[in-house]
């Protein structure tokens, strides 16, 4: 995935979304009849699903592997169901770490495999017939909120508070992936995640629904392993520039900084540039684990050697209140088993 353009997130109707405005209302009507549609398979597994309403990253990743800790303590056996967004294979196929590589099965299943099993599947529905044959009791969708080939029992809608939905346009024109008024309507539950007052839009959506709202905070683990630091920090996410704040605000000495494009598959030389930039100017490399996932995947002893380089900040979701979380999750799941 590009990265995706500032005007986007700027409040208003600049220049550039002026432009592409006609483009973004037939993208808009396409996609929004395409989230009318009815679902086109019920799994046998309950889907709960996580996703959000705009391209670019809000958290969903971390999110995902904190549900899944808190479904498998309580008596749970969660499986991943995904895209595989970056990797070229489309499946179904069951994630092995051993054997798939980033460029396989794209950077987030190998973070998710790591907690339970994973599946790789651009046809949701056949992804979740796989899931079907596993010792798995409910699917947890990374993403797939707009897809209507699955039938969802509870779909859980990310927003990053720093930025909210952008200019609130559909694509190109801005971020959202369809209309805003449409998707709320398929939303069960706002997570705020983050810091800021750009969500107030979705909120006030989601108050005249009723819809439940969580908070969710992406907080760094160890955080004095950094202080004092003199860093080279590189990302390939959808905001880099938090990944980079993170670190200085950790103390870290951040003196140099490299952006890559959300999802960015490094090369052999941009992997050389940065170890050699490094070493040059006595730096420490920081990555984010999404990016180590990329890394450490990938074939050639160049990356082995970016790997072993570089250092990663770790992340970790919290929920408030998780309890509320639970509570959504198990209505949704008595409300399956009443209907069938």
Partial sequence: MKTPPSFWWQPGLSPKALLLAPISLIYGFIAARRMRAAAAYQSRLPVICIGNFTVGGTGKTPFALKLADL????GHRPVFLLRGYGGT??????????HHTSGQIGDEAFLLAASAPTIVSADRAGGARLAETLDADLILMDDGFQNPALAKDLTLALVDAAVGV???????AGPLRAPLS????????LVLVGEGDRADAVIHLAARRALPVLEARIAPEDTGRFAGQRVFAYAGIGRPQKFFDTLRDLGADVRETMSFADHHSFTPAEAQDLITRAEAADLQLVTTSKDMARIAASE??????LARESDVLDVSMEIKPEERLMTLITDALRRRAFRA
């Fill in 71 to 74: 479904l498998k303590a309580a």
């Fill in 89 to 98: 294979e489309r499946g179904p196929l069951l994630v092995d770490p051993g």
């Fill in 300 to 305: 050639g002893e160049i990356f082995h050697w």
């Fill in 182 to 189: 449409v998707q709320i309507r398929r939303a069960d539950a």
């Fill in 166 to 172: 952008g200019n609130g346009f559909v694509l190109p």
